[in-house]
């Protein structure tokens, strides 16, 4: 079993519409959690983190997190053709000196 | 401009042929790490350094080595490659450990090891 799984994709959203990507992770005791952003042939780049249950909002995006299902996901509000790319979890361990990362979301977003 | 540089950017080598991939840093940052990135697979941890001279284990660390003589500096080393290390292989650092910390990434380096 992966320690961080999302599923592949591609998530196909039409412009406008919300994104909704999921990551789950296997450590009950992962403490940190972060969405990276990367683009075709370039290097991630941060999204967001989140440490704390709840929702963390910025811009369009929004983290929530859920330890006890042990859940982080990510929403895109009005989705645009420039969001197109593959979507990176993170998730940092107890002793937060590894980071540990799932296979990563494809979408598309569709004009 | 802060920055994480990779060299070479691209490499075409045979198997058994010691190679190393330089890694840079000008942020000052503790942390450095190595990831490889393999279709599906996401990013995979080699190795990281929490500071000089400290270095450990990542999650696929079989055929690699590192040194952290300078904190600036991360190379990442091939003793013997092997063509299963062909891959797209990224250099990372933060100002310390990870759990509280975004990573800064390299442009990255894509190896194919023939």
């Known amino acids: 079993q992966k320690e961080v799984e999302q599923n592949s994709g591609p998530l196909s959203v039409p412009e406008g519409a919300i994104a909704s990507l999921n990551c789950t992770y296997s450590?009950?005791?992962?403490?940190?959690f972060f969405w990276y952003r990367q683009y075709s042939g370039k290097s991630p780049e941060l999204i967001m983190f989140i440490y704390s249950n709840g929702d963390k909002e910025d811009g369009r995006f929004t983290a929530q997190l859920n330890k006890a299902s042990q859940y982080v996901s990510l929403l895109i509000r009005d989705s645009q053709p420039s969001d197109s790319a593959t979507y990176l979890c993170?998730?940092?361990?107890?002793?937060?000196?590894?980071?540990?990362f799932g296979g990563g979301t494809r979408v598309l977003v569709k004009p | 401009e802060a920055q994480v540089t990779q060299n070479p950017r691209y490499l075409i080598t045979v198997t058994g042929k010691k190679l190393t991939v330089t890694c840079s840093q000008n942020?000052?940052?503790?942390?450095m790490s190595w990831y490889r990135q393999d279709p599906g697979l996401g990013l995979r941890q080699i190795y990281y350094?929490?500071?000089?001279?400290?270095?450990d284990k990542g999650d696929v660390p079989e055929g690699y080595k590192v040194s952290r003589k300078e904190k600036r500096n991360f190379p990442l080393i091939l003793e013997s490659p092997s063509p299963n290390q062909t891959s797209l292989y990224f250099c990372a650092s933060s100002p310390s450990a990870p759990g509280n910390q975004p990573q800064h990434f390299g442009d990255g380096t894509r190896l194919s090891i023939l």
């Open positions: 450590d009950r005791g992962s403490q940190s």
């Open positions: 942020m000052n940052h503790e942390y």
């Open positions: 993170a998730v940092s361990g107890a002793a937060g000196n590894k980071l540990t």
């Open positions: 350094s929490m500071n000089v001279e400290v270095t």
